[in-house]
């Protein structure tokens, strides 16, 4: 499958001429889902869920669905009847011609006084595993993992250990757009040397690579 890098946390994923996307939010450029044939939602931050990304790309494609948790199709379904599924934790479902399987239910915690909401990872055809804004590690080994390695939830040392537990042969940068030029070069030496031998990658955006 191809692999291509959007802006921030969003991955367009293409196999046999058919287009996944995956949490195309406010910070992603836009039109970053237009053309896919199925689009993921991790959770409703709007970093990951922008209702004009999804309106866009299903009235450009009529046959185009969507799965994600309740939080958000909650605010999209009415609009698009029968083309919002509504998955969780432990679901399986085929989307684009990818076999999906839902993992995790919780957002990381932002801090202790801020209520935790609800968030589920992706994991396509037993391979790719898109987290969204969790350091959840999936039942089953992992090839090619998305790592969102900068976030407010987070720090450097937990994105190393989380690549440590998941032990993907990969990792792709996803989740980037505040970390800054100055910073990339210490994220990616210390992901590199310290993440248990996983290859640690980073793709610009609209940047693609097979996988």
């Avoid at 910073?183 to 609209?206: F, T």
Wanted: proline residues 6%; aromatic residues 6%.
């Amino acid at each position: 499958m191809e692999l291509t890098k959007k802006t921030h946390a969003c991955v367009r994923l293409e196999k046999a001429g058919r287009v996944l996307a995956i949490d195309p939010g406010v910070f992603t450029e836009e039109g970053a889902a237009v053309g896919a044939d199925a689009i993921l939602v991790t959770h409703e931050h709007p970093d990951h869920f922008s209702e004009g990304q999804l309106r866009a790309a299903l009235e450009a494609n009529p046959e185009a669905e969507i799965w994600t948790l309740r939080s958000v199709a909650e605010q999209i379904s009415a609009a698009f009847p029968g083309r919002v599924h509504t998955v969780g934790h432990g679901d399986t479902f085929t989307a684009a011609g990818f076999d999906v399987q839902v993992h995790g239910e919780l957002h990381a915690v932002i801090h202790p006084d801020i209520p935790r909401i609800t968030n589920v990872g992706f994991l396509l055809d037993g391979s790719v595993f898109h987290p969204g804004d969790a350091l959840t590690v999936p039942d089953r080994p992992v090839e090619t993992l998305m790592l969102p390695v900068m976030a407010p939830w987070s720090k450097l040392s937990e994105v190393i250990d989380y690549v440590r537990e998941v032990k993907p042969q990969r990792a792709y940068d996803v989740h980037d757009a505040l970390l800054t030029d100055l910073a990339r070069p210490v994220y990616d030496s210390q992901i590199g040397s310290l993440g248990g031998g996983a290859e640690h990658l980073r793709l610009a955006s609209g940047e693609s690579a097979t996988i």
